[in-house]
């Protein structure tokens, strides 16, 4: 397994010129001690820059390397380390004076004038009506500059040692006090990994090689091209194969997630959106293959898609970093089987979500026979049975953790409060629809709908209710990105709704 | 007959109907997300005040399960296609009367343990009002209603009678006669430069709840008694006064009861002969007298005050209407008045100005409690969470504050009034021994919180560990990690939450029917299709 890892890791690392120089690639699969995890410093240093300067590399240089210059305090040759953060908020920009349509700011200017971001973030946080949004932004602004102080001062940076026998970490400014530009500092930190690898383990090293492996790329092209298959090519056989290899690869993303972290892939907001869109293109892909129907297969990838799309460049609002749980989540089997039966569920709803909405557009704006129309609901009310279930499974699920782990088992606490929600609209729908007291075409649209109340419990408990009512202002990542999906799903279901559905041909 | 026969027939009917049961479900819905809301906004206990514990909300919940157990009754006999239909709504009525069974008879608290301190009491969610009378030794506990509206009361135990009831509330600065002989002055004053403003309020009245001291980041203020004025602007003159506490007078060193003399190091040492009694001062180093050791004597009620104690501090001390402080560029004590309400008087640092607003002898400010919503910022509320409570005794009203203790004394009976939670004792006790909270390597945040408790049931000791996802289980009853709290000494506490559950089966029952009616329900869908 070693080996293994260390072979993909060495094919992996395209490594380039072998230099003197201490900052090189070679420093990717150091071991270093953030955030209460020991991750290599390849993934560190890529979420530093990537905090900073919302880049994952500085021109031609791995992140690696211009952490190691910050660090060291020196440059390479020819090449001046001049980062660049983002700035967004209008007032901010014109806080610092700059340009209006600049979007970014070089990190030393920002460092110089840490004093006054730090006196208009007091002031703007003494308003009686603070604007919340310009509050956090200078907040995001300071902490870049903290964390970027810390990696120039050599602070953040931690090596291993050995002290007395015992394991330390110590930060670079400690361990190489005047070495700054000598080769043998290159010697000493491959020294202290083997030391932390010879004294603990070397299992943080899969971290490296999930951070180099972009399994998550690889398995949104494939997604993306098993849906083209499926349009352009008359057999299956391909699109079939892309979307097994598209499975293949997200599962083996997660088993290495877990494997890492050693809990299961569910705990934050990125790993929500993984599993329930990986739990939903599974789920489509087994009813498709047992009803021999290409349309969840369909629905399953689209959903699919839009999930790696999220986890892709959502960056604001899904943190891709692997950090310590909290303590009262500590506990895999009640984790796995609550959660995972909740995503499963929200993965099962949204194909419903998808083909509803498909279908909402086809009414309105394409003809379509009553035939079609019979199938496509009956399609539709198969995701919904099933999200139901499964979800009235979470519940009940999440009750007894609550009780076994809180001493309750409903608490109408908000995230519960969303969930049974979203269990009495679905509910109210199927109820509608056993009686015939929603006609088809009237499924259809309040399926479409009903999904904003997933979205409400998935993220606008965490996003809108959470953070107070007060402080909304619609500007942070997640209640933006909450504001525009109620506002196009409302705009879908007015347009496509009130219209009413084309007469139709029998 | 036949009429009510067919009227019950036709009531069941609806109940048990579809578009009553969608109209229950929506109105539930929306409940619910009015309630998520105004946690938002308002916090827990309001939302829980407010809707989840409200009766309409109990209501609401009544009628659901009516509407599932009508529904159910209505498709009797049983059909076999209709089997797992049975089973889910059975589950659903059986979870509700478990919960019902856990809301009537279960009990949910916590148990606040310090530092091998042996307890028994479990605090409760109810607010109770506790009167006693301790002169005769009788008590009496009042439940308060569980309500977010103020409420009058109105109830009478002997001379006492409870008033209105203010579940949330903030208290607010009025200006109340000062009701007792002698002059006591208050005032309040605004302190303002270019960037910062604050309002001050300060009262010498014996009932003021102010503070007589300020801090406005390096500059301090201080509030005295008006007389005191002229003796500051004696320190022109002696750099030194004398000042009795109780009679608010004041003399210095030119006075025959006080001999100055300086010490072998060369200390200035002040000897007071004063109501006959010895002092002897250091005042260049601290206003309170020193005993034989040199230890300051903190309960006294003479200080001296050295000009040279507050000459390198920037400390404004207030009279009232006049101010004084110590001018570095006239090396001075300078002495301002104001003369009007509303006269602004600029001192030497940073720019800030100091107004006059309110000033008066006879009257004084008091915090009294007002209804209020709660106030939330950045997810926490910060205001408007006080429960008080009004209360007359023999005339005399007083407020009553959540966790407070009012002792009143009228026609010699002492009374001690207090507004606290219910409670209960636990037929064992429990101690903490240890409280462990792991962070995680190389940060601050926490990665377990453990509790190491010693039981002692009368009989013998067992020790236990409580984590997360570990709970005790003793008696019925399930002890779990909370929270914790860190004492003065640095130790740390911890708190439990108690909980008795009745019942825990019934509900667990009901999700296991609920869990295999949705099986064999889509069981039978399933063969029906096939065949």
């Known amino acids: ?506 | 007959m036949e009429k009510i026969k067919s009227f019950l027939d036709k009531l069941v009917r609806t109940i048990g109907g579809m578009k009553f049961a969608v109209v229950i479900i929506t109105l539930f819905v929306i409940a619910m997300i009015a309630g998520t809301f105004i946690e938002s906004y308002y916090g827990t206990d309001f939302a829980g005040r407010v809707l989840y514990q409200s009766v309409p909300f109990m209501i609401l919940q009544g009628l659901l399960v009516t509407s599932i157990l009508f529904a159910t009754l209505l498709r009797l006999p049983p059909k076999e296609r209709l089997y797992g239909f049975y089973i889910i709504h059975i589950g659903l009525i059986v979870i509700f009367i478990g919960a019902l069974i856990t809301a009537v008879t279960g009990i949910d608290g916590h148990l606040t343990l310090a530092p091998n301190d042996p307890t028994r009491r479990v605090i409760l969610a109810d607010d109770i009002l506790i009167i006693k009378n301790e002169t005769t030794r009788k008590e009496a506990e009042i439940k308060l209603p569980n309500t977010y509206r103020p409420s009058f009361l109105n109830i009478k135990w002997r001379e006492v009678e409870v008033l209105d009831y203010l579940p949330f509330s903030k208290n607010i600065m009025e200006w109340a006669d000062a009701g007792r002989k002698g002059l006591f002055n208050s005032s309040s004053y605004q302190m303002f430069n270019d960037t910062v403003s604050q309002t001050l309020t300060f009262s010498r009245h014996p009932d003021g709840e102010t503070t007589n001291h300020q801090e406005l980041g390096p500059l301090s203020v201080e509030y005295l008694p008006e007389q005191l004025a002229e003796c500051f602007a004696g320190l022109n003159r002696h750099d030194i006064f004398f000042w009795d506490l109780n009679i608010t007078t004041c003399f210095n060193p030119s006075d025959k009861r006080v001999q100055i003399r300086e010490s072998k190091k060369g200390h200035r040492m002040a000897f007071v002969t004063y109501n006959d009694q010895p002092f002897v001062f250091l005042p260049d180093k601290s206003p309170f007298p020193v005993d034989k050791e040199l230890k300051p004597i903190r309960s006294s009620d003479l200080r001296a005050l050295s000009s040279k104690l507050f000459q390198t501090s920037p400390i404004i001390f207030l009279f009232g209407k006049q101010l004084t402080f110590f001018s570095k560029l006239s090396k001075q004590w300078e002495v301002h008045t104001f003369q009007h309400m509303g006269d602004e008087i600029s001192l030497p640092w940073m720019g800030f100005k100091i107004k006059l607003l309110n000033h008066s002898t006879d009257q004084f400010p008091t915090l009294t409690p007002i209804a209020s919503l709660p106030e939330k910022k950045g997810g926490e509320v910060i205001s408007g969470e006080q429960r008080a409570i009004k209360v007359r005794i023999a005339g005399i009203v007083i407020w009553v504050r959540g966790g407070q203790e009012e002792r009143v004394k009228i026609n010699d009976n002492f009374y001690s009034i207090s507004l606290s939670k219910k409670s209960l004792e636990l037929p064992f006790e429990l101690t903490l021994q240890q409280f462990k909270m792991d962070t995680n390597p190389g940060t601050k945040t926490p990665a377990s919180y453990e509790s190491f408790v010693n039981l002692f049931d009368g009989q013998s000791n067992s020790s236990h560990h409580i984590y997360m996802n570990n709970p005790l289980k003793y008696n019925r009853l399930t002890f779990y990690q909370s929270s914790y709290f860190q004492e003065n000494n640095g130790q740390y506490g911890s708190i439990l939450s108690v909980n008795f559950d009745p019942g825990r089966p019934i509900k667990y029952l009901g999700s296991l029917l609920l869990v295999i009616g949705c099986i064999i329900h889509y069981l039978i869908g399933l063969r029906r299709k096939s065949v």
């Open chain 1, 1 to 506: 397994m070693k080996i293994f890892i260390f072979c993909l890791i060495m094919i992996l690392t395209s490594s380039t010129a072998w230099s003197n120089d201490v900052c090189s690639e070679d420093l990717g699969p150091l071991p270093t001690l953030t955030g209460g995890r020991v991750k290599p410093l390849y993934v560190h240093a890529q979420e530093f820059l990537k905090f900073v300067t919302s880049k994952r590399s500085f021109g031609n240089m791995n992140a690696a390397i211009v952490y190691c210059y910050l660090s060291l305090g020196t440059s390479p040759q020819g090449q001046e380390l001049k980062l660049t953060s983002p700035i967004g908020h209008v007032k901010l920009k014109k806080f610092l004076s700059l340009d209006e349509n600049a979007n970014e700011i070089a990190t030393e200017t920002l460092v110089a004038a840490d004093a006054q971001l730090r006196q208009e973030y007091q002031s703007e946080s003494q308003r009686t009506e603070p604007d919340e949004s310009y509050k956090n932004e200078i907040g995001t602004t300071l902490s870049r500059i903290e964390l970027y102080k810390n990696v120039k001062d050599g602070t953040d940076w931690t090596i291993p040692t050995e002290v007395s026998g015992e394991l330390k970490w110590v930060s670079i400014k400690e361990f190489a006090p005047t070495l700054s530009q000598d080769p043998s500092l290159a010697v000493k930190l491959q020294e202290a990994k083997a030391l932390f690898i010879k004294k603990q383990t070397d299992h943080y090293l899969l971290e490296l090689l999930y951070a180099k492996a972009h399994l998550f790329s690889w398995a949104m092209l494939t997604t993306l091209l098993a849906m083209v298959a499926f349009v352009l090519l008359k057999r299956n056989l391909w699109g079939n194969i892309l979307t097994f290899l598209s499975i293949g690869l997200e599962l083996a993303a997660m088993t290495l997630r877990s494997m890492i972290s050693g809990r299961a892939p569910i705990t934050n907001m990125y790993e929500t959106v993984m599993f329930s869109g990986f739990g939903a293109l599974l789920l489509a892909t087994i009813v498709s293959l047992v009803k021999k129907e290409k349309i969840y297969m369909w629905g399953g990838l689209g959903y699919n898609f839009l999930c790696l799309f999220m986890m892709m460049f959502a960056n604001n609002m899904l943190d891709s970093s692997i950090a310590p749980l909290v303590p009262v989540l500590r506990d895999n089997f009640w984790l796995s089987t609550h959660v995972c039966s909740i995503m499963l569920s929200y993965g099962a709803l949204a194909l419903s979500w998808i083909l509803a909405n498909i279908m909402l557009v086809r009414m309105r704006f394409f003809t379509i026979s009553s035939q079609d129309v019979n199938y496509y609901t009956k399609v539709v009310h198969t995701c919904l049975k099933y999200g139901v279930v499964l979800l009235a499974a979470g519940i009940i699920l999440g009750g007894i953790w609550a009780d076994y782990s809180w001493g309750r088992f409903w608490g109408w606490d908000p995230k519960e409060t969303w969930s049974l929600i979203t269990l009495c609209v679905y509910m109210v729908i199927l109820h509608g629809r056993y009686t015939s007291w929603i006609s088809p075409s009237r499924f259809i649209l309040v399926t479409a709908g009903a999904f904003m109340s997933v979205m409400m419990a998935w993220f606008g408990v965490n996003y809108i209710l959470a953070s107070g009512l007060h402080s909304y202002g619609f500007s942070t990542g997640g209640a933006l990105f909450l504001g525009m999906f109620f506002a196009i799903q409302i705009s879908v279901m007015v347009i496509c709704g009130l219209g009413g559905p084309k007469k139709a041909i029998s």
